[in-house]
T-cell receptor, first 111, second 113 residues
Framework: QKEVEQDPGPLSVPEGAIVSLNCTYS??????FMWYRQYSRKGPELLMY????GNKEDGRFTAQVDKSSKYISLFIRDSQPSDSATYLC???????????FGQGTRLTINP | GAVVSQHPSWVICKSGTSVKIECRSL??????MFWYRQFPKQSLMLMAT?????????EQGVEKDKFLINHASLTLSTLTVTSAHPEDSSFYIC?????????FGPGTRLTVL
């Protein structure tokens, strides 16, 4: 079993839809949770980061962490074609150097 | 957020030659940088952790004599692919850590003919 599981998709939705991207993890000691967006042939861009359980909102993006269920989500409201990318979840232990990544979900927003 | 640059953005070389890729933190100092490799439609694969002033720590299965890493200053780490072969063709990405967040460079596409 992988430490972090993420549905690779691909996921295709119409413009304006609400998108839900999810990751589950097995290590209950993970403390920091991040979402990255990666466009084709580019480096990943940090979108959202959270520490511990709860919600964090930034514009059209909401990151949610449920540590009791070992489940994190990224919601995208009013999705735009420019949101089409691969989304990677990542997490780490407190004091750890390395991030553990999910496999990435390929998302396409259709105009 | 913190800015990380990479140079070159793409490189084509002949088999048997060596290629050096630079990774710079532009607006912060990075004691630790990371080098990743990514194949098409796959996630990131960590190759090594680069620590300023000390030897890099390589992940299992990564040949340290083939992928030479040098982190000579707090803003620069380099990855040299020695005696490159076509199977080394890939997308190489570096990153740097700021507290618990990791910021990535734009990546370098290496094609070995």
């Amino acid at each position: 079993q992988k430490e972090v599981e993420q549905d690779p998709g691909p996921l295709s939705v119409p413009e304006g839809a609400i998108v839900s991207l999810n990751c589950t993890y097995s290590n209950s000691a993970f403390q920091y949770f991040m979402w990255y967006r990666q466009y084709s042939r580019k480096g990943p861009e940090l979108l959202m980061y959270t520490y511990s359980s709860g919600n964090k909102e930034d514009g059209r993006f909401t990151a949610q962490v449920d540590k009791s269920s070992k489940y994190i989500s990224l919601f995208i409201r009013d999705s735009q074609p420019s949101d089409s990318a691969t989304y990677l979840c990542a997490m780490s232990l407190q004091g750890a150097q390395k991030l553990v990544f999910g496999q990435g979900t390929r998302l396409t927003i259709n105009p | 957020g913190a800015v990380v640059s990479q140079h070159p953005s793409w490189v084509i070389c002949k088999s048997g030659t060596s290629v050096k890729i630079e990774c710079r933190s532009l607006d912060f100092q990075a004691t630790t940088m990371f080098w990743y490799r990514q194949f098409p439609k796959q996630s990131l694969m960590l190759m090594a952790t680069s620590n300023e002033g000390s030897k890099a720590t390589y992940e299992q299965g990564v040949e340290k004599d083939k992928f030479l890493i040098n982190h000579a200053s707090l803003t620069l780490s380099t990855l040299t692919v020695t005696s490159a072969h076509p199977e080394d063709s890939s997308f190489y990405i570096c990153s740097a850590r700021v507290d618990f967040r990791e910021f990535f460079g734009p990546g370098t596409r290496l094609t070995v003919l």
